[in-house]
């Protein structure tokens, strides 16, 4: 799967590139090589860069969306002014499942936080009606609900961690156990570039502040940036930031 989402995606034709990004899917898990193919065949990819959406707030929703590379938040704006994050979403995932079960209109806008994103649209019909015959279909909608469940949970535990490293450091951690990749020395790899601006709106603080706070985790080899993400040196030492508060 790597291999094929860090190769030049354009160099594939559109349902190719569909069923590399479905076939891994957490939506599409369990389902058959010949319901996958179906559903690419009728599939579109957008390439999108950070700042950009996948739907307004108040568009309808009417697919589904399977992100393939990068993180796409959830945010409401409020009367205010200011915006609140409802959850984030990364590789293998779906987004946006709920509105489009309920057929409804989104109640929050997506959008990219991450250096890009590659995501597949799905048109609701074919999956809806696949999912009335096809059990396993049927059980990862189910599944998929129980995610965006989680993740709303996750989101309220980062904000309410206390002070803003100890809201990094259940970023950092919430990042790694979805996404991270534990390499042979025991470092964990979370593949997501992530600009500062981009982790300040995800923990609700200055940019400034998460500039500061980050400094000396970089130094002591905590959490360091690199090219593809970020790479976690002591996992330990996160944890006992939250626990300390």
Known sequence: MKEVLTASPRAMPVVGRAHALLQPSYLLRGASPAVIAELAGVASI?????GETLWREGEPARSFHVIGRGLVRCRRYLRSGSEVTLGIFGPRESI???????DRAYPAEAVVVSDGALVAAIPARPVLELSTVERSIAE????AL???SAVLRTKVAIVSAGP????LANLFLHLAERFGETRDDGTVVIPLVLARGALASLVSARTETV?????????NGVVVTTAEGFRIG?????RACVDDG
């Open 146 to 148: 129980l995610r965006h």
């Open 46 to 50: 957008r390439e999108l860069r950070a």
């Open 140 to 143: 990862a909608l189910q599944h």
């Open 234 to 238: 002591d996992l330990d030492a996160l």
């Open 211 to 219: 500039i500061r706070g980050l400094r000396p985790w970089e130094v």
């Open 164 to 167: 803003v490293r100890a809201r």
């Open 96 to 102: 946006g499942d709920t509105a489009v079960l309920e």
